[in-house]
């Protein structure tokens, strides 16, 4: 129980910087969909789509390795941070120098024409986070995680301050007085308020970066990319899986004037299921140092199903939430919106099968076989090219929700299948379809029982929520454990 409810604590810690750093970062959301028109947002959803996947190609793996290679006796943990750094330093200003030269070309194929100063910006944005990524998982491997969010969350304050400098206060000075701001950047002003947090981060990094005895070994370079490149290509198919719907969208919906519209819808629509991202990402920087430091691997297979099934509990529980209350929380978005709505629930379901292919995929981390994660998530990218293309020229925006629903599930099936093949471990599949038919029931009686006084559907919808949460407490006892956890614990 202690070990369930350590790793519970440890994901609370984290979302500190996650959960509330993010929300709060998810807020520039309502202002994008107030001050710009679906058709300028799609340029920032389809900006930081790229963004997604070019910074997977620009850590190549290296995070994990990291963890891998550091808690081997065989390496000093100071030489494997070293090394690591070194690789990212390098790979990140080739990046900056090859986007910046070939910027006029990369923007003529991708429509932006005189705007290709922003892949310029994308550009110098993703090879400072890549390199800090690793600084970053340092703190995570020495349990460092309250410096881990202040510094997160300075970051994200400076990036939402300067959005609303940029976006809402500069443009109502005087322009006659302040010549400077004759020049617009309209969206542009996004990336640069990025950038400059990119950078406010990195000087605060300097510190730690200054106490490090630089060395940079080859020998256990080769090894860690050995070990971390089949991780690469998994990332690229994930970011395949991931972001392959936004980019498709632009090139086959149906008429392509309003790719860049439909491509906002979708973006902000999606945003509103920043709480299951969120979620799982807290759980991320919590559960990999985690299960890395255990040595017992049967304690590890036991624990493994364990935090799988109450991970499963809570994403449900988030589904839930915001698909009961979805009629205030589709006002995060602007009215001009709102039209996109209908692919919430299938995105986090989505979502929601994303994170336990996480939970699945630590068997062949452990195991030193990182090739089995890039058979998954080709898997997945394969599904996700197939379904987009089929499905966008008939269904639109929705079609890539449903294809992104369907090349996660895919791609539980398949680790699941390998996991038990390889690693096997006793899952409660049980209690998780259990919970999945009554989430989902409980969701379908939402949309059947409408009132029109608002209040009397907020108030019923809370109790098929509590419904939820009982059935939840009466077989697991959760909170009365955690409770009885906490009250113990010295």
Not at 92 to 103: K, N, T
Not at 331 to 340: C, T
């Amino acid at each position: 129980m202690s070990e369930k409810y350590k790793l519970l604590s440890q994901s609370a810690v984290y979302g500190v910087s996650s959960i509330v750093g993010r929300f709060l970062n998810y807020l520039l959301v309502p202002l994008y969909s107030r001050y710009f028109l679906p058709d300028q947002y799609g340029i920032v959803t389809e900006l930081y789509s790229y963004a997604f996947f070019f910074s997977i190609i620009l850590t190549y793996g290296l995070e994990t390795g990291y963890f891998r290679f550091s808690n081997k006796e065989s390496y000093s943990e100071n030489t494997v941070f070293s090394t690591c750094l070194v690789s990212l330093l390098v790979t990140g200003i080739l990046f900056f120098i090859l986007v910046a030269f070939f910027a006029p070309a990369l923007g003529s194929i991708l429509y932006y024409y005189d705007n290709y100063y922003l892949l310029v910006l994308l550009a110098a944005i993703l090879a400072i986070d890549s390199f800090i990524a690793i600084v970053f998982a340092r703190l995570r491997k020495f349990n460092k995680a309250w410096k881990f969010a202040g510094i997160k969350l300075f970051n994200i304050g400076i990036n939402i301050a300067l959005n609303i400098l940029f976006i809402v206060i500069l443009p109502n000075l005087n322009v006659e007085s302040l010549p400077w701001l004759q020049y617009d950047l309209g969206v542009g002003y996004i990336l640069l308020a990025n950038l400059i947090a990119s950078v406010a981060t990195l000087l605060l990094l300097v510190p730690d970066l200054l106490k490090v005895k630089y060395s940079f070994d080859f020998k256990l370079y080769k090894s860690i990319l050995i070990y971390s490149f089949p991780l690469l290509f998994a990332g690229l198919a994930g970011a395949i899986n991931e972001v392959a719907d936004r980019i498709f969208l632009k090139f086959l919906i149906e008429p392509a004037s309003d790719s860049f519209y439909y491509l906002g819808i979708y973006g902000a629509n999606a945003k509103l299921a920043i709480l299951m991202t969120l979620f799982i990402q807290a759980f991320r920087y919590a559960a990999e140092p985690y299960f890395f430091s255990q040595k017992n691997q049967e304690l590890v297979k036991v624990q493994n199903a364990i935090a799988t099934k109450y991970f499963a509990i809570f994403c449900l529980a988030i589904f839930l939430m915001i698909m009961l209350f979805i009629n205030f929380f589709k006002y995060f978005n602007g009215v001009k919106y709102h039209e996109g709505v209908i692919i919430v629930p299938v995105l986090l379901m989505s979502n929601m099968l994303l994170g336990i292919v996480f939970n699945l995929s630590f068997w062949y981390k452990i195991q030193d076989k990182t090739k089995y994660g890039a058979f998954v998530a080709l898997v997945g990218a394969l599904v996700t090219i197939l379904a987009n293309i089929i499905l966008i020229p008939y269904l639109g925006y929705i079609g890539a929700a449903y294809a992104a629903l369907l090349s996660h599930l895919a791609m539980v099936v398949y680790s699941f299948y390998l996991n038990q093949k390889y690693y096997p471990i006793k899952y409660d599949l049980f209690s998780f379809f259990i919970y999945l038919i009554i989430s989902l029931l409980l969701y379908f009686l939402s949309t059947l029982t409408l009132f029109t006084n608002h209040i009397f559907n907020y108030i019923l919808n809370g109790l098929y929520f509590l419904l939820f949460l009982t059935v939840v407490e009466v077989r697991e006892k959760v909170f009365r454990d955690f409770f009885s956890y906490l009250i113990k614990k010295p």
